[in-house]
């Protein structure tokens, strides 16, 4: 069974830019996470979908961060326009739609975005 | 809100050496605790869990017990080796609220 997949696995652009990540998630896994990990420091939690419906996105930053879930399958994230503090790593994250807090979250190798 | 504390890094061990990175936890209620693992080039992956007080998580020789009274779910393991060498994060999951609260990580290198 294929894990859970992003693309590009590293971007490098300029501020002001756009750039629009992609994660593919374990097949029939309702639940997408998108984490960031910026600078070394903790890994932060920005949004949760279950299915195509946003259930949570109170990690997200500013309204330049749009995330979208179109037909409950592969979520995209873009930034528009990059700014500076943007780079990091950028994890997405997935898991069945079974309730219960002990659920395990499968994560993607993540993509390094660096914005100059 | 919740939030975990992990022990600053980095660690730098001798092979064979015991290893302890400490986590300890805030949160309402009786969340889930987690450690995961990040290999040098690699995603993350689930090492650990316990999911109730007492509970004690175990994987490829690493172990960590849910302690509530002193809110803590610290990492061991009696004998690392060079393969140990990774960035460790104690997380926690709050119940029903799906996502994952994560710690600053903690760079394990081992020496041969």
């Known amino acids: 069974e294929a894990g859970v997949t992003q693309f590009p696995s590293h971007s490098v652009i300029e501020k002001g830019q756009t750039v629009t990540l992609r994660c593919d998630p374990i097949?029939?896994?309702?639940?997408l996470y998108w984490y960031r990990r910026v600078m070394g420091k903790e890994i932060k939690f920005l949004l949760h979908f279950v299915k195509e419906s946003k259930q949570d996105e109170s990690g997200m930053p500013n309204n330049r961060f749009l995330a979208e879930r179109t037909g409950g399958t592969y979520s995209t994230l873009k930034v528009q326009p990059a700014e500076l503090e943007d780079s990091g790593v950028y994890f997405c994250a997935s898991s069945q739609g079974v309730q219960g807090f002990f659920e395990t979250q499968y994560f993607g190798p993540g993509t390094r975005l660096l914005v100059l | 809100g919740d939030s975990v504390t992990q022990m600053e890094g980095p660690v730098t061990l001798s092979e064979e050496a015991f290893l302890t990175i400490n986590c300890t936890y805030t949160?309402?209620?009786?969340?889930?605790l987690f450690w995961y693992v990040q290999y040098p080039g690699e995603g993350l992956q689930l090492l650990l869990k316990a999911t109730k007080a007492d509970d004690k998580g175990s994987n490829k020789g690493f172990e960590a017990t849910y302690r509530k009274e002193t809110t803590s779910f610290h990492l061991e393991k009696g004998s690392v080796q060079v393969s140990d060498s990774a960035v460790y994060f104690c997380a926690l999951s709050a119940r029903n609220a799906g996502k994952s609260t994560f710690g600053d990580g903690t760079t394990l290198t081992v020496k041969p």
């Open positions: 949160a309402t209620g009786y969340p889930s």
């Open positions: 097949s029939g896994h309702d639940n």
